[in-house]
């Protein structure tokens, strides 16, 4: 092997900011020591190995002026900000995949028990109302007092995480506020 090849790599490297002396490392069976001659490449190498990689940040340096969710609003009802643990915890629910699929199956199966619901079944053999007495009527009605109530608890908790009125809030967007019209219309 050359003696040489290491310090043939290490003077090929021209993408440093600072003027390279060359690094001799000799591999051989007599000779154990290692000769370094660039000190300046080493103390600055050791000493920032954090900063001078673009685009990482030392853990110890924070900004108080990112927020932890930077798509929406800074601070809701006049006291909510991002990093406290109720707002937080919304955001962190509503940016979740998993909420936004978990609402279009209750939405489907809201839409199932609708096709399922007959009306005029109750009023065939008497003039008067009749209870909800069935299985299936009893399951129908569970499943809507289950539906209402997951709507109205996505409505409070994306409103909580948004904010309510004003730019990139909850009823800033069109779907969010016919969500909310059904939901204050079924109640």
């Not at 008067?128 to 996505?154: G, V």
Request: charge should be negative.
């Amino acid at each position: 092997m050359d003696k040489n090849y290491l310090t043939t790599i290490i003077n090929n490297k021209t993408n440093l900011n600072y003027p390279l002396s060359s690094t001799i490392i000799p591999i051989g069976n007599d000779n154990k020591n290692f000769n370094e001659k660039d000190h300046i490449l080493n103390e600055h190498a050791s000493t920032h190995v954090l900063t001078d990689i673009q685009g990482s940040r030392n853990l110890e340096e924070t900004d108080e002026n990112e927020l932890p969710f930077p798509g929406f609003v800074e601070t809701v009802f006049f006291c909510l900000k991002q990093s406290q643990t109720p707002r937080y915890q919304c955001l962190q629910i509503i940016t979740w995949p998993w909420f936004e699929r978990i609402s279009m199956f209750v939405i489907l199966l809201n839409c199932i028990t609708l096709g399922m619901y007959q009306p005029c079944q109750h009023f065939e053999n008497s003039q008067s109302p009749k209870k909800c007495d069935t299985p299936r009527c009893i399951w129908l009605q569970a499943t809507d007092y289950f539906i209402f109530a997951f709507f109205t608890l996505e409505m409070s908790i994306k409103m909580t995480a948004m904010g309510i009125i004003g730019k990139r809030t909850y009823l800033a967007d069109t779907w969010n506020r016919l969500d909310c019209f059904i939901v204050l219309s079924g109640g």
